[in-house]
């Protein structure tokens, strides 16, 4: 089992920044592929950015490209995400994910692990 634990939601404006963390225990993170998708209201889960096991490699959804930075420190076993020029549209519930797998995936069905989510809300 792998623990994944996100942190660093809250209540901002539009055009502010926010940065998310989510730390995993529990097995080898360097191994995962990690991910991040959100999830509004009344809206299924969608894909955010990813990362593969390196960190060689990032992938962005096109609402986010520009705007959010995804990155991990192996050391720390810790996945990032960098929220820059929020939007209204990006409140949601958070989650960071691990693909066993280990390359950083757009399909939330390929993730094995799951975090509890951490609220980002952002005010217009």
């Known amino acids: 089992q792998m623990q994944l634990v996100e942190s660093g939601g809250g209540l901002v404006q539009a055009g502010d920044s926010l940065r998310l963390f989510c730390t995993a225990s529990g097995r080898t993170f360097s191994s995962y592929g990690m991910g991040w998708f959100r999830q509004a209201p009344g809206k299924a889960r969608e894909f955010v950015a990813a990362i593969r096991w390196s960190g060689g490699s990032t992938y962005y959804a096109d609402s986010v490209k520009g705007r959010f930075t995804i990155s991990r420190d192996n050391a720390k076993n810790t996945v990032y995400l960098q929220m820059n020029s929020l939007k209204p549209e990006d409140t949601a519930v958070y989650y960071c994910?691990?693909?066993?797998?280990?390359?950083?995936?757009?399909?939330?069905?390929?993730?094995?692990?799951w975090g509890q989510g951490t609220q980002v809300t952002v005010s217009s």
């Open positions: 994910a691990a693909n066993g797998a280990g390359w950083g995936s757009r399909t939330a069905d390929e993730y094995d692990y």
